[in-house]
């Protein structure tokens, strides 16, 4: 654990000056950001909706607060109830977590102004890198590549259609103020233009209140490739290595990893350091990720966007720098410098992270309900990061997202093989989940080969027998017992 | 009856999650009990944390200087957030009682200022919209009111205490 030992610099071994952290957010990632916490000697407030009063992080947090009604937008994202309940109980920071308020700049400058730490870059980072035309400029400045089309957001189709002939179709109209795959559209050709544009617009405006659009060019064949990026506030800025997130359903990820298979060795470090460029370019601080598209055939990438908070899909990086990314931003929002330099990080082995969801896994409709009995995996390079427990109920107001099963081993076959065997002994019982789903897509030649694109999940029917795939799993398990 | 027979009618059972089945048949008798797993108890943990790690130990540090913010509110009781929601017991007790519940995070005031009486105490008569309490959410002083016209019963938390959204304050009697 050579990390381990490099990491103990006289620095860390200075007190934080954190004697509390309020942690705004649920689920898994709540969970995370608590045990980190206690595991810097750090206390804990978990906020919650009424639909979570018997949650997993309200259990284990030091105190918890009630902080309104099962929707989001009256608890989750109720800034005035969160900051509330960090001043009653003299909470010293914030962390976001990720999704909610994580990348909410309004939500970062009142914690300023209400004397609470803010986990997370600084207001001015999530202002410019936040903006997906901002971040473009800047990646522009910083002479890394972008997608063909430019930075700007149009609001009429015959000022965009100019760019997009400029960069040739087809092309993909996108949402310059929100993200998550909302309101994407392709355009093939020049004749299909106009139309698709207004489509989109208005779709994009009813999500995002925002009808703005960026013109780029849509690129085929690519893989999804982020680097983790981490600065503080002294001006260092690191690369903890690349996640291939190219394994995608409607533009949501399912399947992450480190390394990348397939991704030349060259191109991997020009992505990386392309990334620390424009990371200190902009002056970044906390931990980051930035996101590249791959055309590994024409041996060239290019930046799409920035994710100014702490990744669901964090712990694939963990696990092959032997790293604590949480403990790193609450290090690093406490006024410490990073605990490694570039040389000091090193990579071993190879990690790949299946997200599990509460929902059928072949018509995608979410599962909620009580899970009557739990066992998840362990054992050698097994981790899961989970709320669940026996008899705990998913709620339906929130993501599906339940479970993420990481494994880590030497070569990316055996860890396939470790997910495989991880797999078969988790027991999620109650509810649907999308387990069934990852098992064919690990088995599937083109994922073992690496052979594979961000569209690969859309061009393959995963569940040929339809329906009748739930009779042959229950089978199993009855003639089992 | 044959296994076969038998072996449908358990699956027919595991499939509709039924727990308790009989079938007479003339002189033949048929009961099935499924046995339910034992009740799954939630998982309970000792209030975080516990372990105190070597590198890191806050009792070591010099006493943090109260942020000005709070300098005003000195003579709350400053009693940490309860785990758990306001117990349930007194509402047991009649059905007809009132909950006065709280719409916000905050901390709870019995009077408007130090000096000032309390704005309603056990036993008081109280007129429906007549204030009852103030809950302070980031320096905006927030008047409860009374949903009704009736006595207080009970008066649940403690001067300065950090309330929860939906915590009971209040119980009245109409």
Redesign the interface.
């Known amino acids: 654990m050579s990390n381990v030992a490099q990491s103990l610099t006289p620095s860390l071994m200075q007190p934080l000056p954190f004697k509390k952290i309020l942690i705004a957010n649920r689920g898994e990632i709540a969970v995370r950001v608590i045990r980190a916490c206690h595991e810097l000697g750090i206390k804990t407030v978990a906020v919650h909706s009424t639909a979570d009063n018997e949650a997993l992080h309200v259990k284990l947090a030091s105190e918890s607060v009630c902080i309104g009604p099962a929707l989001a937008k009256d608890s989750y994202l109720n800034i005035a109830s969160i900051m509330s309940a960090a001043i009653a109980t003299r909470s010293d920071a914030i962390h976001p977590g990720y999704g909610f308020l994580s990348e909410n700049a309004a939500f970062a400058e009142i914690c300023g102004s209400c004397g609470v730490t803010f986990i997370g870059p600084s207001v001015r980072n999530m202002r410019a890198m936040g903006d997906k035309a901002r971040a473009r400029r800047a990646a522009d400045k910083a002479g890394v590549p972008t997608i063909p089309g430019d930075s700007k957001g149009y609001m009429d189709p015959a000022e965009a259609v100019v760019v997009a002939k400029a960069a040739g179709f087809p092309i993909l109209l996108k949402a310059c103020a929100g993200g998550g795959g909302r309101g994407m559209k392709i355009v093939e050709n020049e004749a299909d233009f106009e139309k698709t544009f207004n489509t989109a617009q208005r779709e994009v405006t009813a999500a995002f209140g925002d009808g703005h659009l960026l013109v780029e060019k849509y690129l085929r064949n690519v893989r999804h490739i982020e680097v983790q990026i981490a600065g503080d506030n002294f001006g260092n800025v690191i690369h903890l290595g690349i996640r291939d997130c190219s394994v995608q359903r409607r533009y949501q990820k399912i399947i992450e990893e480190s390394p990348s298979k397939g991704l030349p060795e060259e191109m991997r470090q020009a992505i990386q350091d392309c990334a620390v460029d424009l990371a200190k370019s902009v002056g970044y601080t906390n931990v980051g990720t930035m996101e590249f598209l791959a055309d590994l055939a024409a041996k060239k990438f290019y930046f799409i966007e920035m994710n100014t908070r702490l990744q669901v899909e964090h712990p694939v990086t963990e696990l092959v720098t032997d790293t604590d990314l949480v403990k790193e931003q609450i290090r690093i929002a406490a006024g410490q410098e990073l605990s490694l330099s570039q040389k000091d990080v090193k990579f071993s082995g190879h990690a790949i992270e299946l997200r599990i969801n509460a929902e059928d896994p072949r018509t995608l409709v979410p599962s909620p309900g009580l899970i009557n009995s739990y066992h998840p995996p362990g054992g050698n390079g097994v981790r899961v990061d989970s709320a669940l427990y026996a008899g705990y109920r998913v709620q339906p107001y929130y993501d599906s997202l339940i479970a993420k099963l990481v494994c880590r081993a030497r070569t990316r076959d055996e860890c396939i093989d470790k997910l495989l065997v991880a797999l078969d002994e988790y027991i999620i019982d109650g509810i649907n989940t999308n387990i069934e789903l990852h098992r064919r897509i690990l088995r599937h030649p083109d994922f073992r080969s690496g052979n594979f694109h961000t569209k690969f999940l859309e061009g393959i029917n995963f569940f040929p027998e339809g329906d009748e795939w739930k009779q042959k799993t229950d089978t199993k398990k009855l003639t089992k017992a | 009856m044959d296994i076969e027979e038998i072996r449908t009618i358990v699956?027919f059972l595991?499939e509709n999650d039924i727990v308790d089945f009989e079938l007479k048949r003339g002189e033949d008798v048929l009961k099935l009990s499924r046995g339910k797993?034992a009740?799954?108890?939630?998982?309970?943990?000792p209030?975080?944390?516990q372990?105190?790690?070597q590198?890191?130990?806050?009792s070591?540090?010099a006493a943090?200087v109260e942020?000005v913010?709070?300098a005003a509110h000195q003579a709350a009781s400053?009693v940490?957030?309860p785990?758990a929601?306001a117990p349930t017991a007194p509402a047991a007790l009649n059905p007809n009682l009132k909950k006065v519940e709280s719409p916000?995070?905050?901390?709870f005031y019995r009077k408007s200022g130090p000096d000032s009486p309390l704005f309603a105490k056990e036993g008081d008569k109280v007129r429906k919209g007549q204030t009852l309490c103030i809950i302070e959410?980031?320096k905006v002083m927030n008047e409860i009111e009374s949903p009704c016209d009736g006595t207080i019963e009970k008066v649940l938390p403690a001067d300065g205490e950090?309330?929860?959204?939906?915590?009971v304050l209040f119980l009245i009697n109409p």
Do not use: D
Not at chain 2, 104 to 107: C, K, L, M, N, P
Not at chain 2, 162 to 167: A, D, P, Q, R
């Open positions: 699956n595991k797993p009740a799954q108890q939630a998982p309970s943990f209030a975080g944390p372990y105190q790690p590198y890191q130990s806050p070591s540090y943090q942020p913010f709070w400053g940490p957030a785990t929601p916000i995070v905050g901390t959410a980031m950090v309330i929860e959204y939906g915590e």
